[in-house]
């Protein structure tokens, strides 16, 4: 099963994940590890960037499902995603969207927060809403979520609760489904 937890910068996709993927046992890809890696080569947004970074995004998944893993995939959409890589990620079978949003005041607030510097993320107020108001954040067009949870409304662990829950749902589901054929 993959699971793509996504949302804007600040909601929380990297803190609900580990949650997610401690309560669970799935593998967590956090999307800043990747885009670590590839801007140790290659600038932001370049294209040998976004083609490395999606090539790893995709590698990774084909590696966790090679090996049995159920993984959780933390995803920022941006306009550097190409558009293949959604249908790509989709081919690949069990693909679940799970979408975090926050108000935009909570949002500001956590984007300053420290605990973001170890990974390089965005810690500018100012350049979130230049990048927001640019339009950065609307591509590429994520399909519906099948469960959408509201950060600002609950904490990490409460969040994370109600994912694990649903996954096992899913989970049970699929089983379910198995042994009737």
């Known amino acids: 099963m993959i699971i793509l937890l996504f949302g804007r910068p600040g909601t929380g996709k990297y ?12 593998r967590l890809i956090h999307n800043h590890a990747v885009v670590d890696l590839v801007t140790a080569l290659f600038s932001f947004g370049s294209a040998p960037f ?6 790893l995004w995709l590698m990774l998944v084909d590696a966790a499902i090679e090996a049995g893993e159920d993984v959780i995939l933390t995803f920022a959409p941006e306009a550097t995603v190409t558009d293949g890589f959604l249908p790509a990620l989709a081919s690949r079978g069990g693909l679940h969207l799970i979408e975090l949003r926050c108000s935009r005041d909570a949002l500001e607030q956590r984007i300053t927060n420290d ?8 810690q500018s107020v100012e350049l979130y809403r230049e990048l927001d108001g640019a ?10 979520a099948e469960l959408v949870i509201d950060t600002g409304q609950m904490s990490a ?3 994370a609760d109600i994912i694990a829950k ?14 009737r054929f």
Do not use: C, H, N, Y
């Not at 976004?50 to 090539?55: A, M, S």
């Not at 605990?115 to 965005?122: D, P, W």
């Open 135 to 144: 339009g950065v954040f609307d591509t590429p067009v994520m399909p519906e």
């Open 50 to 55: 976004i083609e490395l970074r999606e090539r």
């Open 115 to 122: 605990s973001r510097k170890k990974f390089g993320k965005l």
């Open 157 to 159: 662990e409460e969040a």
């Open 15 to 26: 803190t609900i994940g580990s949650l997610v993927a401690q309560a669970t046992g799935f």
């Open 166 to 179: 649903r996954l096992s749902e899913i989970s049970d589901r699929a089983t379910s489904t198995k042994r």
